[in-house]
Nanobody
């Protein structure tokens, strides 16, 4: 059974940092694009960032560019989202996702991802 499990969420003050992890089990995603999405209360799920299988390509939403970075450790089948300079508008449930494709490209559309985690709450207080 394929599972993606996010961890590292919590409550942080504005300007602070958090590091989310996404651990995969059941199969390896070392050859697949992976991404992060988030959903705030009353809003649709939105793209945050994505990373290619090698880590050589990343792509971010404009709202987080320059503040968030993504990395991965394929040996551990784990992806990370480092979030710095957090703002109250970053408050959301954060989901990791894995694409079944092995193209080396990065995707911002959630339809390109098949596997999803259960989400972890990030709350940024002002």
């Amino acid at each position: 059974q394929v599972q993606l499990v996010e961890s590292g969420g919590g409550l942080v003050q504005a300007g602070g940092s958090l590091r989310l992890s996404c651990a995969a089990s059941g199969r390896t995603f070392s050859s697949n694009t992976m991404g992060w999405f988030r959903q705030a209360p009353g809003k649709e799920r939105e793209f945050v960032g994505a990373i290619s299988w090698s880590g050589g390509s990343t792509y971010f939403a404009d709202s987080v560019k320059g503040r968030f970075t993504i990395s991965r450790d394929n040996a551990k089948n784990t992806m990370y989202l480092q979030m710095n300079s957090l703002k109250p508008e970053d408050t959301a449930v954060y989901y990791c996702a894995a694409s079944p494709l092995r193209s080396g490209l990065v995707y911002s559309r959630d339809g390109m991802y098949t596997y999803w985690g259960q989400g972890t709450q990030v709350t940024v207080s002002s």
